[in-house]
């Protein structure tokens, strides 16, 4: 197996919520970030609904064609959380109760009026299943194939993350450094466009703002490779200040 | 047309600074919350790289299955800004110069250094579009068939949305009511699924939450009906006061 194979993942958000804009998402920011340093590349991601046949259509998608799918949300004991089922489904396997997942969640609600057949629920899993550690709340990610299931709240899905650092397979880390610069982007499109040109597995995205009434953009440089990335931002750095404009370091 | 139809939204957020996790997406929820007022319901969401392949496959998936497709982000002036090209490949169509694209932005850049050859790319939309007006900066979004094409800034995309708010034809706009408990879903898991069962029309989604080191949830009822969404609230908040719990009327 190459050193320079691209690892990639997929990320589906499950939930209502997120579709009727009552909750902001927060979860692909964070899993994105997690990714890159784990040396997994985020390729794309869903947001789909509370929907049986729709969670089945994108996890069948996306995990034949991805080395890794993660998911958040609709793991909880409610109605609405058919995330563990859907998921079943789309493997062909039968849900169980994890032995594992039950004792933790015996512990978990002791003090806490004890394990209802709702709370039982956050102890379901597709048959063959590892369990992801939440220190937070005691119901449990999930591991089945390719396929990693966690929370919808952010904090909880971040302890998910936490506990899987470190345990997947991946890559080199993507690198990037940004530039920026008080300029409208238009005046340097071109500027850009020769300079990621010029320089091969590096890849130089625009990022246009408004701030206090002035317009700027931060240009962010994008490799694996650490000596191509500093190349790059050496020489757009100094394409820019060729092109009369200051530039600052990290960003503006 | 019955007027209980569903009309239905999908979004392509297009970018890679979203899926490298430099970039929080606030589109989703905007456009989100801006459709339910307009009677469309948003049906499922895309994030796409900065890649032809995957906007033209995501472009001609959704655009066939929903009433309307919204996209964000791409439609600057450098290099990697592609949504234009890649939705006309998706459409067969040719890529021109729109006429008063070309001449609101000439305006604009008059006093701004001119309409450069970089510049000119953000007139360039699908043969046959309509414009999408933008007080802000100049650049217009886009509309071609039931497509519309919008900035990635988000407060860009909001005057956008603005421009075409009431244009679209929908249907009854989704309602929404939030009763909070200080509570633990599990504890009320079934209660929810046995009063959703009992309110056609109504959906009921559990959000819990952690607070002050406290335990909370907020139920929101959906429904575009409101006599049945104020029987539905009615309903879940004695069943919850029955059971012993205090409810707020608006949430936590």
């Known amino acids: 197996m ?41 390729a794309e991601v869903r947001v789909v609904a509370d929907d049986t046949a729709a969670i ?5 998608e996306l995990r034949a064609r991805n080395d890794y799918l993660f998911t958040t ?16 489904a789309a493997l062909g396997r039968d849900v ?10 015996e512990g978990y609600y002791a003090t806490r009026g004890g394990l209802t057949e709702a709370r039982l629920r956050m102890a379901r899993v597709p048959d063959g299943a590892e369990l992801i550690e939440n220190r937070m709340s005691g ?4 591991r089945v194939d390719n396929i990693i299931i966690m929370a919808g709240v952010p904090h909880i899905a971040a302890l998910m993350l936490e506990a899987l650092s470190g345990q997947l397979d991946g890559g080199k880390p993507m690198l990037s450094r940004t530039l920026g610069c008080w300029v409208q982007e238009s005046e340097v499109a071109d500027l850009l466009g020769d300079t990621e040109a010029a320089h091969d597995g590096c890849q130089i995205g625009s990022y246009p703002f408004f701030r206090d009434g002035t317009v700027g953009a931060n240009f962010v440089i994008r490799s694996t490779d650490p000596v191509r990335l500093d190349g790059c931002v050496d020489d757009l750095a100094a394409r820019l200040r060729a092109a009369g404009r200051e530039v600052f370091a990290d960003g503006i």
Do not use: C, F, M, Y
């Open 96 to 105: 169980i109760i994890h032995p594992k997942a039950r004792a933790v969640l």
């Open 73 to 88: 949300g609709g793991i909880g004991p409610t109605h609405d959380d058919i995330t563990v089922d859907a998921i079943a």
């Open 56 to 60: 089945v259509a994108a996890v069948n």
């Open 139 to 142: 119901a449990p990610g999930i």
């Open 2 to 42: 190459s050193e320079d194979r691209i690892w990639t993942a997929a990320l589906i958000v499950i939930g209502d919520e997120i579709l009727s804009g009552r909750t902001q998402d927060k979860n692909i920011a964070q899993v994105a970030l997690w990714l890159n340093e784990q040396g997994i590349r985020l």
